[in-house]
């Protein structure tokens, strides 16, 4: 379990600062499978879970809705046949915040 998957979120203010490059490049390495991406002009982590079928990654989807809602931060999903895309980011700063990748560690282990 890595570091990051220990830690739980911390609450954070639309006054929070956006992760730096360095901090950002600094935490990749501990969500490997994670890749960052730019989503209506805001930086998300993202990863394609694959599954047997439709039922195993409905499955997973709710596990990450439960997770989510647990900690009071929330991806967007893409729930299809065998796969499952989620998405984090912190909407209230519009880009990365440490929180969510956390949460991308945290999701790594409900797979
Ligand atoms: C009021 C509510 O707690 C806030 O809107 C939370 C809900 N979940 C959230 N999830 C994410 N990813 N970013 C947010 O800024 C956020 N804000």
């Not at 609450?11 to 501990?30: R, Y």
């Not at 596990?63 to 912190?90: M, Q, S």
């Amino acid at each position: 379990m890595s570091e990051l998957g220990q830690q739980r979120c911390r609450a954070c203010s639309a006054e929070a600062p956006k992760l730096t490059e360095p901090e950002k490049q600094q935490l990749m390495p501990e969500v490997p499978d994670w890749q960052l991406v730019v989503r209506d002009g805001e930086e998300q982590l993202q990863r394609v879970f694959t599954f047997k079928n439709f039922v195993q990654a409905q499955a997973f989807t709710n596990k990450v809705a439960d997770l989510a809602e647990a900690e009071g931060h929330h991806p967007a999903i893409l729930l299809e046949w065998g796969k499952a895309t989620v998405r984090w980011w912190t909407h209230k700063i519009g880009g990365l915040h440490k929180n969510d990748f956390i949460m991308a560690a945290r999701t790594d282990e409900l797979y």
